[in-house]
């Protein structure tokens, strides 16, 4: 059975605070933390060995904490040059190797930018290297791993949510990362109300269905932004001036009984700030009893 899971993106700065220095250590943190879920970061590349991940995995899986992976950021699916395109292919590869070893089976991705080709050429070829990438898991057993496009919060990105929607319309096996702070970024504030964060999940339910739209991969941070280029930094739940804020969203997912895993990535507080969006989803159900070992 699904479940809700709520984690950081990487380690807080608490991490290290509290006399954690190891990768093996993160279990050990999160369930301190109460947290249960965690995305370990291979944005600049893979270079967990599959011994170290099968590791963290072992460790992970004893405190029932589900493991998933950032793939590198210089994934470019929608590049002019064939060469990137391929090597984009065995970047998703490795990473899905990788959260493979560590008993995961969701990897997130930056499908890459529209440069000087239109949106329209950069989802095409976006779609045909991703298609590649389905294919190269299957040629290598991995037909359980998830690839999750992400939205993304720069407006020259590939990542509206239209583009992401129809990037996961190849295969079932895709799911939507969808990142709340990109979104309201790249819409200049426009997640501020919980009509706009219920026309998302519409939109989602539209394109994939309810089923996969209940179990979507989530990031959550307050983002800061500028006009006309969108994202600038990931802020932390202390600001004021930034959204989006998290209980609309809890809500929803609590009337709608989703069970989505949702990634904090503040600038620093993460865990600390994914436990609050925890607190904040059992607070939106109204007293009912709350699945349990979110």
């Known amino acids: 059975m699904s479940i809700i899971r709520f984690g950081p993106a990487g380690n807080s700065e608490s991490f290290t605070a509290m006399g954690y220095r190891k990768n093996i250590q993160i279990p050990e943190y999160l369930e301190k933390m109460g947290l249960s879920a965690y995305e370990y970061q291979c944005g600049r590349g893979v270079k967990i060995s599959q011994a170290a991940a099968a590791e963290l995995g072992s460790a992970a899986a004893a405190k029932q904490i589900q493991l998933s992976i950032h793939a590198p950021y210089y994934i470019s699916m929608s590049s002019v040059e064939e060469e990137k395109r391929l090597n984009s292919v065995n970047y998703v590869l490795q990473s899905a190797q990788a959260v493979h070893a560590m008993g995961g089976d969701r990897i997130v991705v930056h499908t890459g930018s529209c440069g000087k080709i239109s949106r329209e050429e950069a989802l095409t070829l976006a779609a045909d290297t ?21 939205t993304m919060g720069k407006l020259n990105q590939l990542g509206t949510l239209e583009e ?38 519409e939109q989602v339910e539209n394109a994939i269905g309810v089923y996969r739209a209940s179990l979507f991969h989530a990031h959550f941070s307050k983002i800061e932004y500028t006009r006309p280029g969108g994202e600038k930094r990931h802020l932390t739940f202390a600001d004021t001036q930034f959204g989006p804020d998290f209980e609309p969203l809890a809500e929803l997912i609590a009337r709608k009984g989703y069970t989505p895993t949702i990634i904090c990535e503040s600038a620093g507080t993460q865990a600390e700030d994914a436990v609050a969006m925890k607190k904040m989803y059992l607070q939106s159900l109204n007293g009912d009893s709350p699945p349990a070992q979110i």
């Open 130 to 150: 991703m298609k590649k990438c389905i294919a190269a898991l299957d040629e290598s057993g991995l037909h359980d791993i998830h690839i999750c496009p992400e």
């Open 164 to 201: 992401v929607l129809a990037l996961c319309k190849l295969d079932e096996r895709l799911l939507p990362c969808l990142d709340f702070g990109h979104l309201n970024a790249r819409t200049y504030g426009g997640l501020s109300s919980a009509q706009a964060f219920e026309r998302v999940l």
